[in-house]
């Protein structure tokens, strides 16, 4: 049987508040963003979009990138506008 693993989960205004505390600054237009662009999962309960602070973590320092390719950056969080 697996273990369960206990985590933190917030909604998006919480998920802004706390990544603050947390010394990110991040809005919550970007979260919604990162969202609805599938770059940072979730998990929609009724109108609510729950995310985990491993996911936002995650998503936030890039680890799920690929590698970065010759002559420029492969992910699209840190992608100039001028590309």
């Not at 985590?7 to 970007?30: C, E, H």
């Not at 590698?67 to 992608?79: D, I, T, V």
Request: charged share 25%; glycine share 8%; with cysteine.
């Amino acid at each position: 049987m697996k273990k369960k693993i206990h985590t933190k989960v917030f909604g998006i205004s919480g998920l802004a508040r706390y990544a603050s505390q947390q010394g990110y600054s991040i809005s919550t237009y970007l979260i919604k963003k990162a969202i609805k662009d599938g770059q940072l999962p979730c998990r929609i309960v009724g109108k609510a979009y729950l995310i985990t602070w491993e996911n936002f973590e995650e998503w936030i320092s890039c680890r799920s990138c690929p590698p970065e390719p010759k002559g420029g950056m492969a992910c699209a969080n840190h992608r100039s506008k001028k590309e």
